[in-house]
């Protein structure tokens, strides 16, 4: 008998095909819209294996329930939203999508750090809302990025990648992390210090770093407090990393000068969310991977690491 796959989001065709040869496969059909919960715990109960997104949350109570579950295969490098130590209890495999998405989200995250610190979203604004009426030596002035500070929290991968493109800028490099990179010391220049040292002389902190019990809030208003007022905060990895109300608070107290983000602490955030108020803020809805390239790449890697499993070998990018 073939085992039985769940796709938490409708994926191409083309990433399915490799799968309908091995397994009956069944899709949430829709793509913009999550599985409902009671869907996702039926599925998780009853399937072999799950291609799970980073909006569904598997908790240790639905992975109780499972019955002949081997594998979840997350289409994220981020796993987060699975109780890993829970699955590995009951020996569920649980796969990721490193390596795939680095470049992309390194490209973004360093465009949401020049977008900020040069006001590109507010000159833009500016133009198309017709306010654009004379040129003036200080209008829209930002501040420079070549030859600044860098301080990356979260020297992994994307972190490298990050750093490889702050060369480029002739900018100093710190980093903190929870062991050396040599790598990034010997071929970036990187240096590594404290955290607090980081906030303290970084122009521009960029948290690369995941989510875990013990990086959660990790920036708050202390952090925050330690930062230059004239430093930039950029983050692209997970919003629960970051004590938003704290951020907010040192936005609105000049404490300082503004910040990129990419991820929320309850996402999908609204209109309404407080940091949209702030004009030193640019906002994006966790796109740090989103090219059309790059999803591609994470969804086949996802579909391959369950096929790796359902035969019975080592998957790809297990966590
Ligand atoms: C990830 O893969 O964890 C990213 O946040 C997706 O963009």
């Known amino acids: 008998m073939k085992p039985n796959l769940f796709i938490t989001r409708k994926l191409p ?8 040869d091995i397994a009956v496969i069944e899709m949430w059909p829709k793509e913009e819209e999550p599985v409902p919960n009671e869907l996702l715990e039926e599925k998780v109960k009853t399937c072999d294996g799950i291609l799970t997104m980073l909006t569904d949350t598997i908790d240790e109570k639905m992975l109780n329930d499972a019955s002949k579950l081997k594998v ?36 973004l995250t360093f465009g949401l750090l020049m977008a900020v610190s040069r006001r590109m979203l507010e000159a833009s604004d500016m133009l198309r809302e017709g306010k654009w009426n004379n040129w003036s030596p200080f209008q829209m002035a930002g501040t420079d990025i070549y030859g600044k500070t860098i301080g990356i929290v979260g020297m992994g991968r994307i972190g490298k990648a990050v750093a490889k493109r702050a060369t480029g800028f002739d900018m100093k490099i710190l ?5 050396r990179n040599q790598d990034a010391e010997n071929k ?21 770093t995941p989510l875990t019990e013990q990086t959660k809030d990790m920036f708050n208003k202390t952090a925050f407090k330690k930062m230059k007022p004239s430093a930039f905060f950029i983050n692209t990895s997970r919003g629960g990393v970051v004590d938003e109300r704290a951020l907010k608070e040192a936005l609105d107290q000049g404490e300082i000068a503004g910040a990129g983000l990419d991820v929320y602490k309850n996402e999908p955030i609204g209109k309404e969310h407080p940091l949209l108020r702030s004009s030193r803020v640019v906002a994006l809805p966790h796109i740090g991977s989103a090219s059309y390239e790059t999803r591609m790449k994470m969804a086949e890697l996802a579909r391959d690491n369950i096929i790796k499993v359902i035969n019975g070998q080592s998957p790809i990018t297990p966590v």
Do not use: W
């Open 13 to 20: 065709e083309k990433v399915l095909q490799p799968l309908k």
């Open 72 to 107: 979840i295969a997350n289409m994220a490098v981020g796993y987060d939203n699975i109780d890993i130590s829970a699955a590995k209890h009951k020996n569920i495999i649980v796969t990721n999508t490193p390596d795939v998405l680095t470049n992309s989200t390194a490209d």
């Open 175 to 179: 980093y903190h992390n929870r062991s």
């Open 188 to 208: 970036l220049d990187a240096s590594y210090c404290s955290f607090d040292e980081l906030l303290e002389r970084s122009d521009f902190v960029v948290c690369l």
